[in-house]
């Protein structure tokens, strides 16, 4: 009897620690290769919005908008962009916006909210960006080739940003 009760303990004690999600990264790891590689991309392929607005850059990751390590952030100063950390932005009255407090400049935000193992060397990632009250979020296809990572699907899900129409004449 005891061993069942043991067993019995075990298993609920597994279960407890399972994500139910199989094969989803822990949020440790969407700072790894991974994680790095979607941001990457994410940057080379963000919209100009407000062109004439210089743009501070912050990465959360998870659904409930974790910010990520300084370390994290300081792999992408090869981009000379102004990365901040999450937890110094401030919330501005009257219009409740993010701020970086610093500059007083809305940050341009970039959400991993989500990597899943999808087969060898293969993920699913979703990840969005934001800024101010326009925002976009994609399902990326990454794959790992030799020792880089590649984006080799885009899917927009869901956003209210909208390209803005060119004119011809």
């Known amino acids: 009897m005891p061993h069942r009760l043991f067993l019995l303990l075990?298993?609920?004690?597994?279960?407890?620690?399972?994500?139910?999600?199989?094969?989803r990264l822990s949020l440790d790891?969407?700072?790894?290769?991974?994680?790095?590689?979607?941001?990457?991309?994410?940057?080379?392929n963000l919209p100009a919005i407000?062109?004439?607005?210089?743009?501070?850059?912050?990465?959360?990751k998870g659904p409930n908008l974790q910010s990520t390590g300084i370390p994290f952030v300081r792999r992408m100063e090869d981009t000379k962009l102004t990365f901040i950390s999450g937890e110094v932005l401030t919330m501005r009255e009257p219009d409740k916006s993010i701020?970086?407090?610093?500059?007083?400049?809305?940050?341009?935000?970039?959400?991993?909210?989500?990597?899943?193992?999808?087969?060898?060397?293969?993920?699913?990632?979703?990840?969005g960006w934001a800024y101010k009250k326009t925002y976009e979020r994609y399902r990326y296809k990454l794959i790992k080739k030799a020792d880089a990572y590649e984006v080799i699907e885009t899917s927009r899900l869901e956003g209210n940003?909208?390209?803005?129409s060119v004119n011809v004449k």
């Open 10 to 23: 075990c298993i609920f004690v597994l279960a407890a620690c399972d994500s139910g999600e199989p094969n």
């Open 29 to 44: 790891d969407y700072e790894g290769g991974e994680g790095e590689a979607v941001v990457r991309h994410m940057l080379k």
């Open 50 to 60: 407000d062109p004439e607005v210089p743009k501070v850059y912050t990465v959360v």
């Open 99 to 127: 701020v970086d407090p610093r500059s007083g400049l809305s940050p341009m935000t970039i959400q991993l909210h989500e990597i899943k193992l999808t087969g060898t060397d293969a993920w699913e990632v979703i990840a």
């Open 161 to 164: 940003y909208v390209k803005p």
